[in-house]
């Protein structure tokens, strides 16, 4: 099975040195610092915006929160419920704080309290089971769940009793929001039920040791959407101030993350760009087997762009972690997905398969010519315990790929990855069925994958200092003389 790895240093092969400059002005502050002088700089940057009463958020949501094709629709990250601003959805949403109130004591003591980029419109019933809970990863029993969010306990909460996790999609954002809470509002004294924040006045780091790693995962694997850089934008215009971390996402490295050691040169930073519809995804495969037996040669970067992407979204009825709330038939095709066979909806997303028999879902026909690469994303989980492996297939071909999952039920989704290189056909159709009986599927991503221009080079003579800044290939600044893959000056070099 292909290890993949999501690059914030995609920036630095894909952007051009005048997108770094649109930013430089405004964070001239913070040129050249490290740790927690560079978030004190930061925080005094942030801090300079205009302050909104809580009343009055409503009228500066159509403002900022708007969804791109229809800026009259609410863009919701804790549902997926249509609502209008034409409509009053007031009615229907709440003004969601993402760090809590109660984490601060409440009220309007501190900015955070009305500052849009902390808080969110949320449909009703999410708001209030997400509590005043922290972010996390849940791994235990769960209370609620919709298409984008759960909450339930877990293994790693610190003092809480339950996390709120999100869906893939928003992990990124969720956790930029923090840095930017964590950043701006560091003078801010907390209550001791903020378990993502230690109790009183905590300058650096802000955050707790548990959570820390996890934000910063999330943040490397979920880099900022197109959503995510509109939305920063509006802010700016609506408030004054913007959020670094989506600007920025290295920036969480350079304060929290492994280029703590480094200062932060802003003439030299890249901010996050979107190249096409979704973005591009940078894989290192790191010589490892790609799932049909043969070794993928490290040096080879591929540049992955998103071709096909459906989520079971529309599928409302039942659930997937109950064995009981899954059995209404799914039998509709639509524009994305042409024919399905023994499948089920399960809210959110699909069950396919019986307690007899194997289940499937046929994508329509793919805009790709036969010879193309291509990469198959799903995120699966099985019935109550594991019934067999996934197969992918492509129509016009014989062979069939396995993936092997050991999610189940009561488990969050994991995401498995397939490769099939050199397609014989032109426009296929990808098929996903189970091998055996049931399991639960909640989305299908397809990437083209395409080689992208490289140079390795293998540096043995005396390092030098003039070879310029140094990242390695989690996109974090290193010293001159780190060995292995780095780029330098947007080039991928082996340093030995």
Known sequence: ?????????????????????????????????????????????????????????????????????????????????????????????????????????KGSTYDIYTDLFNVYPSEQSANSAKSNYPLGVVDGTVSFKNERCMVGTSSNSGEADKVFEPCDEFKGDFARIYFYD??????????????????????YPTLESWIVPMLLEWNRLYPPSEWEKVRNERVYNEQGNRNPFIDYPQLAEYIWGDSTEYVWDVDIAVPYSINGESGNMVVDDGNTDDGNGDDVNETDDVENTLIYSYHFDDLTTGNDYQSGGSSTVWNTPNDSIEEMSYCYMAGGAVRMGSSKKAGSVTTIPLNVKSGSDLVVALEVKGWTEVEGNINVCVSGMSKSYDIEYEATMSDSYQTKYVTINDISVSNPKITISTSEKRAFLSSILIYKQTQTETEIRNIEQEHSSSYGVTYNMAGQRVDVNYKGFVIRNGKKILVR
Request: hydrophobic share 30%; glycine share 6%; with cysteine.
């Open 1 to 105: 099975m292909n290890k993949f790895t999501t690059l914030i240093l995609i920036g630095l092969l894909h952007t051009s040195s005048a997108l770094s400059q649109s930013f430089s002005s405004y964070y001239k502050s913070a040129d050249g610092l490290k740790k927690e002088n560079l978030k004190t700089a930061l925080s005094e940057l942030l801090q300079n915006h205009t302050v909104y009463t809580y009343g009055s958020l409503w009228d500066h949501y159509p403002n900022t929160d708007g969804c791109i094709d229809n800026e009259d629709k609410v863009f919701d990250m804790y549902s997926t419920g249509d609502y209008y601003f034409s409509k009053s959805p007031k009615t229907y949403m709440n003004k969601e704080h993402v760090v809590p109130q109660s984490w601060w004591g």
């Open 182 to 203: 964590a950043t701006c509002y560091q003078d801010v004294s907390w209550a001791s039920v903020a378990s993502a924040f230690p109790t009183g006045v905590n300058t």
